[in-house]
Nanobody, 124 residues
């Protein structure tokens, strides 16, 4: 099993920044990549960004590209999501997740371990 714990959410004004963290523990060697997803009220959970543990290469969805940056610290088994220029439409619960699958995975079903989520609220 892989345990994931997110932190760093909160309330911020539009245009502000937040950095989310996701600490992984347990059988982390089974994880090929980590992803961030978000779920707004009444909407489906959607992919935000992913990072591969080995190379640190990243993939970011177009809607947040240029504003959000995903990174990882392998020594700490921690993944980060730096969110800048936040907009009210970024308001959601943000989840980190782990996938053993090779390649870029942007669907919920590809991830087999999830954190509990952290709330991000952006006020206008």
């Amino acid at each position: 099993q892989v345990q994931l714990v997110e932190s760093g959410g909160g309330l911020v004004q539009a245009g502000g920044s937040l950095r989310l963290s996701c600490a992984a523990s347990g059988r982390t060697f089974r994880s090929y990549a980590m992803g961030w997803f978000r779920e707004a009220p009444g909407q489906e959970r959607e992919f935000v960004a992913a990072v591969k543990w080995s190379a640190g290469s990243t993939y970011t969805t177009d809607s947040v590209k240029g504003r959000f940056t995903i990174s990882r610290d392998s020594a700490k088994n921690t993944v980060y999501l730096q969110m800048n220029s936040l907009k009210p439409e970024d308001t959601a619960v943000y989840y980190c997740a782990s996938t053993p699958a090779v390649g870029w995975r942007t669907v919920v079903a590809a991830y087999d371990h999830w954190g509990q989520g952290t709330q991000v609220t952006v006020s206008s």
